[in-house]
């Protein structure tokens, strides 16, 4: 077998001619070559194959200690994925949770390692979602990026508050504009960024948000988002393009969360006391401009 099938390589069409010529006939039906005996009917096998990659046998899946207890991990891991992701217990605590509990300890066959390499693998399927928003990574010079951050402010009585700062970036340039709010409303976000807007003397052509209550109502199955009225007449009326990081992915914003530090730190620290809220915000698109020089 092996001496034909290093032929076939050579020569496969002449192979059924090479072993007639060269071969002679036993009285078993066998050919016999050099002292190696070759059925026909292997020889015939060989000459009409196509395919010649290994057939992949797949992996028998093997029965797990932890099996009874994975539907109860997976409702667990399900329900955790509802809430945000500082609310979530970790795999470790899921661990020990079915140790804590009289029941479910009793079915407990594996270790600590066992279910935490179980948990983390079941976290990342059962969190991917059916939607996907694509990320730019070039970004052109009319494209923004819009974010919330939270300030403190001396009130009228002394004590410090905490109040809102919305930030407009443009990552191709790293300029960044921001104005100071109480709540992060839709109706602050619609009037900072027309404030910004007015400042600058133009809009984005295209403003990437994250899931902001202010902004959208709900994410549908489809990745679709249901916009806030007010907020969709905004967009509507500025004929930008809005448009929305994945669920739980500040990273795809990086350049206004890094801007909106970079901002507090420089100009809203120690925190300011403010008298006129509209001169306070026409003083801070000035230090903007400044702080592009």
Known sequence: MFLAGKYIERNRTNLLTFYVTNYMMMSDGNWLVHGLFADFATVKKYADKEDWNMAYKPRKQRKSGLDPLKPTIDEWIREDLKRKRKHRRTATKIYNDLVANETLSQLLLVGKQTVTNYVSKRKKELSVTPYSTAMYTLHAMCEAQVDFGEILVVGKNGAEEKWRILVLSFPWSNAGFMQVCRNETKE?????????????GGVPFRILFDNMSSAVVHIEADGNRKLTEM???FTMHHRYKAEFCNPDSPHEKGNVENKVGYLRRNYLLPPPRIEDLEAFNQELLEKCNLDLE
Do not use: D, Q, T
């Open 188 to 200: 602050c976000l619609c009037e900072a960024l027309l404030k910004i807007f007015e400042h600058i």
């Open 231 to 233: 907020f969709m007449r």
